[in-house]
């Protein structure tokens, strides 16, 4: 069925890096956006970045430039993301969201079908 | 501090109507579709609306959307208790600092 299945949960030390990936199956990998999304304990949603899987392309938010990298491999059907740097805010339960519309369109800013979420802790 | 301003806690009664309100601007909702996605406890979000007013396919028609100018608002009508969840509008926004903005989420409680 289509689906997007995460990564298991992750406890880095500051300063680390954390790579979390998302498998996509049932669908035409290469045809949807792929979106990153955060959601810190008890918080709401925070929108991270987003990545064509066709071309590789990018764009983040501001507030990551520069600590998040976000790459695909067509072969497994697979995005990452990678977040460099952590710190005790970057604790969160991360997600993959496939976006509502195809790459042949821009973005629909919108998520049709999320994974999971996979749990970073950031501790010292 | 969230771009999108939703009321924290909304609450009815079984088979009641309720509705959720999203406010936000000129660079974000007043040129851009809003989406709403539905949270329930310990789950992944869930999208019910998007584009404004439009429904995935297998989400009821007791969810609505609309946009109003700078505003927009989720109705649920008859009100069941499985609905009881964390809601987020979400919608594009034309600042540089990030894409896709979000509301700071409504508590739904079905009494």
């Known amino acids: 069925q289509v689906q997007l299945v995460q990564s298991g949960a992750e406890v880095k030390k500051p300063g680390a890096s954390v790579k979390v990936s998302c498998k996509a199956s049932?669908?035409?990998?290469?045809?949807?956006?792929m979106h990153w999304v955060r959601q810190a304990p008890g918080q709401g949603l925070e929108w991270m970045g987003i990545?064509?899987?066709?071309?590789?392309?990018?764009s983040y938010a501001q507030k990551f430039q520069g600590r998040v990298t976000m790459t695909r491999d067509t072969s497994t059907s697979t995005v990452y993301m990678e977040l460099s740097s952590l710190r005790s805010e970057d604790t969160a339960v991360y997600y993959c969201?496939?976006?509502?519309?195809?790459?042949?369109?821009?973005?629909?800013?919108?998520?049709?079908?999320w994974g999971r979420g996979t749990l970073v802790t950031v501790s010292s | 501090q969230s771009v999108l301003t939703q009321p924290p806690s909304v609450s009815a009664a079984p088979g009641q109507k309720v509705t959720i309100s999203c406010s936000g601007s000129?660079?974000?909702?007043?040129?851009?579709?809003v989406s709403w996605y539905q949270q329930l406890p310990g789950t992944a979000p869930k999208l019910l609306i998007y584009?404004?007013?439009k429904r995935p396919s297998g989400i009821p028609d007791r969810f609505s959307g609309s946009k109003s100018g700078t505003s927009a608002t989720l109705g649920i009508t008859g009100l069941q208790t499985g609905d009881e969840a964390d809601y987020y509008c979400g919608t594009w926004d034309s600042s540089l600092s990030a894409y896709v903005v979000f509301g700071g989420g409504t508590k739904l409680t079905v009494l």
């Open positions: 990545i064509n899987p066709s071309g590789g392309s990018t």
């Open positions: 584009e404004n007013n």
């Open positions: 000129s660079s974000n909702i007043g040129n851009n579709y």
């Open positions: 049932g669908y035409t990998f290469t045809s949807y956006y």
């Open positions: 969201a496939r976006d509502g519309t195809t790459v042949v369109t821009p973005p629909g800013w919108y998520f049709d079908l």
